[in-house]
């Protein structure tokens, strides 16, 4: 149980408010506006109480406090004024930003969860479902977080500045910067075993065949072999717009006239029989029953075999290079574009510290005592890959080791750190300025003690 509350409060933290406003407060008030937009007391409240739940969970005991709730307050006031300032730059974020960013924090609880299922059972309704009720928030979080990114990229900082950083720090303070490795990899996904995917789209087509002969019902089928959250609604989905839908299965409905049944349709979700029950304009309302392939059944030995072959053939013909076979073989989008090349996920660097990398990439690394050197295929869990059935083989591509900052050496990393410390300030600095050119009021005291905790 507290595994799934985590999971609720992971996927509320990147849309705060939303599950506020699935419980608004009996007596709920307006605290603050900005322009025409209302921050609630009932959302603060929600935000501050998920909080200290998350730090509870991380054995962490922050308790309430009128400072931490005004923290919380002051923070959407700032949220607020940067979407007021993304109406003033006409910044946009596209529906495919939005469907990006979703999947992908989808994929994260996911892989948290260990299945769709769980996630489903866990917020009590269908991955569909769930992208369609938080798309707008996180349009919200992305447009925001979009101004912020144009405002920091705008700040820029030179070698001067970087070494007035430096020479402002007392040479017995210099940090001891350890050990760091640059690595790169290939990474393959097993790809489902013939038999399994023939096995569902096999079931998938029968469904469908008894359904077209009324051997039964659309609703019963659904029930009985469904594979998602829908199956005990009979497959329904709530009515959707056409680009709120994966493009497959949107494709698919948009063809069907209503009552009409489709063809089995693949997804990134499985196999679907779908249903068109109704339809106005682009929006549509879809019934569907899901068959998901077995993912136990991944063949494994072909994805470990081809990694084999690239590295070996890396080994022995000097002329290939690893980024150009990474280019070529790699199934991991994230960094095959890159040469395979990764990066610390935190800072974007390519020198790492040891320290830093991840459990299963750090027993590599230290295995490798050579620049140059190619790891054999070992499994890992990327993000949106079925957890332990993703494999890569791992380059050292570069070695640090452990020695006291300098600017010779870590030009680059004292660049990042004042870089940062810059762009913080005159970011603040920046924040007020908008604070004078936008409406903001307050509806209660800003030192408002009556504040009680919920």
Known sequence: MKKITLLILLFFIAVPSLFAQSKPAPADRIVVL???????KSDIDQNVADYIR????NRQNIPFTKELWYTFLEAEIDNKILLEKAKIDSVIISDEQVNLAMDSRISQIIQQAGSEKAVEEAFGKSIIQLKADFREN??????ASEVQSQKMRSITISRPEVQEFFDSIPKDSLPTIPEQVALSHIVKLPKPKTDAKDDAFQL??????????????????????????????????????????????????????????????ETEFGFHVIRLDKRVGDQIETSHILIRVDSEQLDTDASIFELNAIR???LNDPSLLFLTMARRHSDDPSTASSGGKIVDPQTQERLIPLTRLDPALYRIALLMDEVGQISE???????????????????????????????????????????????NLEYQKWLKELRNDIYIEYRIPKMDLGVAQK
């Open 34 to 40: 900005v322009n025409n937009q209302a921050i609630l």
């Open 54 to 57: 998350q730090a509870q969970f």
């Open 138 to 143: 996180f349009r919200e979080q992305m447009t």
């Open 204 to 265: 998938a087509s029968s469904l469908r065949d008894s359904i077209i002969n009324k051997q039964a019902t659309f609703e019963e089928l659904a029930r009985r072999h469904g594979m998602d959250n829908t199956a005990q609604r009979g497959g329904k989905l709530p009515k959707m717009g056409l680009n709120e839908l994966v493009a497959e299965y949107s494709a698919a409905a948009a063809a069907l006239q209503e009552n009409q049944i489709s063809e089995v349709v």
């Open 312 to 314: 070996d053939s890396l």
């Open 377 to 423: 295929p070992k499994p890992f869990n990327p993000n949106g890959a079925n957890a332990g059935k993703a494999y890569r083989i791992v380059r050292l591509d570069e070695q640090i080791p452990e020695h006291t900052a300098s600017m010779e050496m870590d030009y680059e990393r004292l660049k990042s750190i004042a870089l940062q410390q810059k762009q």
